[in-house]
């Protein structure tokens, strides 16, 4: 069964959202949200279980970032 939320956005957040809705051709912030969630909740699983998760720069593979662990585990 679907639980309703309501969340108060400043204007900086609430227009980070909106963006993201056309970068990603989401219909709905409520999506927007439902995906942000569904990647927040798989990096904190693969982090949990000693992974790391990088951002690799394709035209310089020397160019590579890992993500700052976000759990306290």
């Known amino acids: 069964m679907a639980k309703?939320?309501?969340?108060?956005?400043?204007?900086e957040t609430?227009?980070?959202?909106?963006r993201l809705k056309e970068f990603?051709?989401?219909?709905t912030m409520a999506g927007?949200?439902?995906d942000a969630?569904?990647?927040?909740?798989?990096?904190?699983?693969e982090q949990r279980v000693g992974r790391k998760i990088y951002s690799k720069d394709p035209r310089n593979p020397n160019d590579?970032?890992?993500?700052?662990?976000l759990t306290k585990i």
């Open 4 to 11: 309703r939320v309501q969340f108060n956005f400043t204007k």
């Open 14 to 18: 609430y227009v980070a959202i909106h």
């Open 24 to 27: 990603t051709g989401q219909t």
């Open 32 to 34: 927007v949200i439902r």
């Open 37 to 45: 969630l569904r990647v927040y909740a798989w990096l904190i699983g």
């Open 64 to 69: 590579q970032k890992e993500l700052v662990p």
